[in-house]
C-alpha cells in the first residue's frame, strides 16, 4: 500500500468513527433538542396586508401604514431550510490539553452540529480560522458533504498561528446573507481586559444581531490549575514565548488559579450581559450531557 493509500485510509477511518458515534448521541439524546429549538425559527418577509384585530402590533409596517393612511402588517413565511455556519478556531492553543486536547473536542462537538443539520435537511457550512481565515466550505446539504466538514477539521494543517476573532466575525457576517445558526468553538483565549478582548466582544455582539449565535468555550483543567512538579517549563503555543514557573511555590500558585478563573467568569459574564449565548467545557469531563442542558435551558429561556 503507498504511502498516500496509507493515509487516505487513516482518514476515513477517524472520520467513519466520528460518524458512527455521532449518530448514536444524535439518536439517543440530542436531535430533538436541537429540533425544538431551532427548526423553524427562520423567517422571510412574505408581503404586506391590512391590520386586523388580533395581528401582532410588533408586526406593523408604519412605512405603508404612514402611505395608506391605515394600519398595515408584515407577513412573513416560515423557513422550512435552515443553515448552519460552524466556525473553529484553530490556532495554537487549541492543540493543547491534559487528557485530550481542545482540538479533538472541537471536532466531535462540530461532528455533532453539523450531523444534526443534515439529519433535518438543514444547509451546513464550516470556517477554519486562526489570524486568517483558513478555509471556508460553503453551507450545503448531504451526509457526504458533513463527511467532508469533518475531515478537514481533523486534517487541516493552520497556516496561521495567532486568533484574529474581529477579522474572521466580519467574514462571515459578509458572506451569511440571511440570518443563520452559528457556533463558534474556541478557547477564546485572550486576556481579560484590553482592547483587543474589547473588539472581540463587539464583533461577538454584531454577529449576534444579525444571527443566532452561540459560543463554545473549550477549557483545559491545567490551564486553571498547575499540580506542584517542581520547575516547570511552558511555551506559549501561539507566540512561542517561553516561561519557566516554580510550581512549588503556594502563594504563586494560587494567585494564578485565581486569576485565571477570574478570567474565564469574567469573558462569560461579559457574554451574558451581551445576552449572547455561551456553553462552556472541559476536555476532562463528558460534553454530551453539558450540551444537552445547554440547549434545554436554551429552550426554557427563549420560550
Same mark, same amino acid.
Given at each position: ?45 412574505e ?15 408604519w ?6 393612511d ?16 460552524i $466556525? #473553529? ?5 487549541? !492543540?493543547? &490539553?491534559?487528557?485530550? %486536547?481542545? *482540538?479533538e @473536542?472541537?471536532?466531535? +462537538? ?21 489570524? $486568517? #481565515? ?5 453551507? !450545503?446539504? &448531504?451526509?457526504?458533504? %458533513?463527511? *467532508?466538514? @469533518?475531515?478537514?477539521? +481533523? ?17 462571515v ?19 481579560e ?12 455582539k ?5 444571527h ?34 516554580d ?56 420560550g
Amino acid at each position: 500500500m503507498s504511502y498516500n493509500n496509507e493515509i487516505t485510509r487513516k482518514i476515513l477511518k477517524h472520520v467513519r468513527r466520528l460518524e458512527i458515534g455521532t449518530d448514536r448521541l444524535l439518536d439517543d439524546q440530542l436531535i430533538g433538542a436541537y429540533k425544538s429549538i431551532f427548526k423553524g425559527q427562520g423567517i422571510d418577509f412574505e408581503e404586506v396586508r391590512e391590520y386586523a384585530p388580533g395581528d401582532d402590533v410588533r408586526t406593523i409596517d408604519w412605512n405603508v401604514t404612514a402611505k395608506m393612511d391605515r394600519p398595515f402588517i408584515k407577513k412573513f413565511k416560515e423557513e422550512r431550510e435552515l443553515t448552519m455556519m460552524i $466556525i #473553529v478556531d484553530m490556532s495554537g492553543s487549541m !492543540d493543547f &490539553g491534559s487528557s485530550r %486536547s481542545k *482540538r479533538e @473536542i472541537a471536532t466531535e +462537538l462540530a461532528s455533532l452540529f453539523a450531523f444534526s443539520a443534515n439529519k433535518n435537511n438543514d444547509k451546513v457550512g464550516l470556517i477554519l480560522f486562526t489570524n $486568517i #481565515v483558513e478555509k471556508l466550505i460553503k453551507p !450545503d446539504k &448531504g451526509r457526504k458533504h %458533513s463527511l *467532508r466538514i @469533518i475531515r478537514d477539521i +481533523l486534517f487541516h494543517k493552520p497556516a496561521g498561528n495567532g486568533t484574529d476573532f474581529v477579522g474572521t466575525l466580519g467574514y462571515v457576517n459578509n458572506i451569511l446573507k440571511r440570518r443563520s445558526i452559528i457556533f463558534i468553538i474556541s478557547d477564546f483565549a485572550t486576556d481579560e481586559m484590553n482592547q483587543k478582548s474589547d473588539d472581540m466582544i463587539r464583533a461577538l455582539k454584531l454577529t449576534d444581531r444579525h444571527h443566532d449565535l452561540v459560543c463554545v468555550k473549550v477549557n483545559d483543567p491545567r490551564e486553571t490549575f498547575i499540580p506542584n512538579v517542581g520547575i516547570l517549563t511552558l511555551e506559549d503555543m501561539e507566540t512561542g514565548e517561553i516561561l519557566e514557573v516554580d510550581t512549588s511555590n503556594k502563594t504563586s500558585i494560587r494567585r494564578y488559579t485565581k486569576l485565571m478563573q477570574e478570567r474565564e467568569e469574567y469573558f462569560c459574564d461579559r457574554l451574558n450581559k451581551a445576552k449572547i449565548d455561551v456553553l462552556s467545557l472541559s476536555t476532562d469531563e463528558p460534553y454530551v450531557k453539558s450540551l444537552e442542558n445547554f440547549l434545554h435551558a436554551r429552550k426554557k429561556r427563549r420560550g
